[in-house]
């Protein structure tokens, strides 16, 4: 399967990307705290005599590699040639933890072995659905000579690496000699920071870092107020954030409100994680710096990147224990993705579910017929807006009435795939109606939001909302973002015989990217993105 020989410009998130991915199998290398997890279960039913305490009877143990070990478990499993370096005890969780990396075909040439070191580990209990205790054993303290020896290796061991991860979780391996042999390589090849103090590594300069919201928030010297919207209270101290990280961007994560995305040009990207049933999952962080990094190492933009991981996430977090996201878990996903466009009385049902719940619906609706970073941008701030994002799609008919002969470029089943994947969007249906009017009037949404330059008294569906009790939102014109500019690139390239190949058709394309400044219409990020 060939593919792009540019993905830089790419915004959507087809099947085919995780194996595009795999197949240039990038040199990934990892240091820091590995540890073994432990998944203990059985089952209670009665108390011990000493205490007040559930006796469980053991009936299976489960192991995985953890913390930086589980990182290089799923950059392995996306496709990637990996390189591991840490430390391990010479005993019996060490030599388990070895094998099963070894195993998964991960270099553990850098992994070293220590007698005065015990391997870090966290063995959960529980009985059937229930985590009754989580003991952490080891780790700590770390011995200086294998310190001084893991610094040594470092400038050879990363010399051909495409990128580095470093997973600081604060047991000392990685400060002193390591962090400065470290610093002393700075800006050779895409860095990825993920520590539990991010501030320790502002001399090393990192492309990203990955605190979570209260890793971030003592960066910062805040206070997160509790109950309260983190991304919200976050958003606004981007620049603060990368300056107190010395990085170029950083991914703030919020477990079940997904990420918030600060670049260095001052944007800011959400993406939303996917509700997942009440499974003891572990790891999903790991999970999402690794696609991240296998990702924007292949090329992709960053937002895409983030968009990538977080599907990468939602897949880990729907498992009981520690697990990875394999190439092949996520072309299933955003395949399954495309046939995710729901009929009028399914999506009418689920709607009613969720305002049931409190929630607040926002509809949008457009033709999103080839994605571009006004899309998304349009979208993210139409999530921003509610609680719940329905994108209703103009039918192929529909849209060849709106556009003319030769559009859609792509089928509304594609279209459909592609916007479902985005993280901001919970629902996606299909209407084949002149005007949205008719599903207006069915989902009664509560915000119904529009792009592009012109005011909510030209819209003939305004009347229809707040009538119905709703709002209408018009957001940002993205002029120098349009649909139309990228089809004329894509029509005009076709006609050159060095045309990159589409990696299933063998049709033609070009990575789909921002078009001209100037070239937008409202057709584009506003009336029918």
Request: aromatic share 4%; hydrophobic share 40%; with cysteine.
């Amino acid at each position: 399967m060939s593919a792009p020989q540019d993905l830089s410009g790419l915004r959507s998130l087809a099947p085919w990307l995780p194996g595009r991915l795999a197949e240039g199998a990038p040199r990934i290398a990892v240091i820091g705290d590995v540890m073994l997890d432990g998944w203990w279960s059985g089952t209670t039913d009665r108390f011990c005599r000493e205490a007040p305490a559930p006796v469980v009877d053991i009936n299976h143990r489960d192991y995985a590699p953890g913390g930086a070990a589980n990182t290089a478990m799923n950059l392995q499993s996306l496709g990637a040639r990996v390189r591991l370096a840490g430390l391990v005890g010479d005993d019996e969780p060490g030599r388990r933890l070895c094998a099963l990396l070894a195993a998964a075909g991960i270099d553990l040439e850098q992994v070293h072995s220590h007698p005065a070191a015990r391997t870090a580990t966290k063995y959960r209990v529980q009985a059937g659905e229930q985590v009754l205790l989580r003991m952490d054993d080891g780790g700590t303290p770390v011995p200086a000579d294998a310190e001084e020896r893991l610094a040594a290796s470092l400038d050879a061991w990363l010399q051909d690496a495409d990128a580095l991860v470093v997973c600081d979780y604060g047991t000392g391996l990685l400060h002193g000699p390591v962090r400065d042999a470290l610093t002393a390589m700075r800006g050779r090849r895409f860095t990825v920071v993920d520590a539990h103090d991010p501030g320790l590594w502002t001399g090393l300069g990192a492309d990203v870092v990955t605190p979570n919201a209260l890793e971030a928030a003592r960066l910062l010297g805040i206070t997160l107020r509790p109950q309260t919207d983190r991304a919200g209270q976050i958003t606004g101290y981007g620049r603060d954030l990368l300056r107190a990280a010395g990085a170029g961007s950083a991914v703030v994560t919020l477990d079940r409100e997904g990420t918030v995305l600060f670049t260095g040009d001052g944007s800011v990207h959400r993406t939303w994680a996917r509700p997942a049933s009440e499974k003891h999952a572990s790891g999903a962080g790991d999970t999402f710096v690794a696609c991240l990094t296998m990702a924007r190492a292949a090329g992709l933009p960053l937002s895409t990147a983030a968009d990538l991981a977080q599907n990468a996430a939602d897949i880990v977090v729907q498992r009981a224990g520690t697990s990875v996201c394999t190439a092949a878990d996520l072309t299933l996903h955003l395949t399954a993705l495309a046939d995710t466009a729901l009929a009028p009385g399914e999506l009418a049902a689920r709607v009613a579910a969720d305002r049931a719940a409190g929630r607040r619906i926002v509809l949008t609706n457009g033709c999103f017929d080839v994605l571009h970073r006004g899309h998304t941008r349009y979208l993210q701030q139409a999530k921003a807006l509610g609680d719940i994002l329905v994108v209703a799609l103009n039918g192929d008919d529909s849209v060849t009435r709106l556009k003319g002969p030769g559009r859609p470029i792509n089928p509304v089943h594609d279209r459909a795939g592609v916007i479902a994947a985005l993280s901001c969007v919970d629902y996606v249906t299909v209407f084949d109606t002149d005007t949205p009017i008719p599903l207006i009037e069915a989902l009664r949404p509560d915000i119904y939001a529009k792009g592009g330059d012109y005011s909510a008294e030209m819209l003939q569906e305004t009347p229809v909302v707040r009538g119905l009790g709703g709002q209408v939102r018009i957001l940002d014109y993205v002029a120098d973002h349009s649909t139309s500019a990228v089809v004329e690139r894509i029509q005009a390239s076709s006609l050159r015989p060095d045309a990159p190949k589409h990696p299933q058709s063998g049709a033609t394309q070009q990575p789909v990217g921002p078009a001209p400044a100037g070239s937008g219409g409202r057709d584009e990020a506003g009336a029918g993105p």
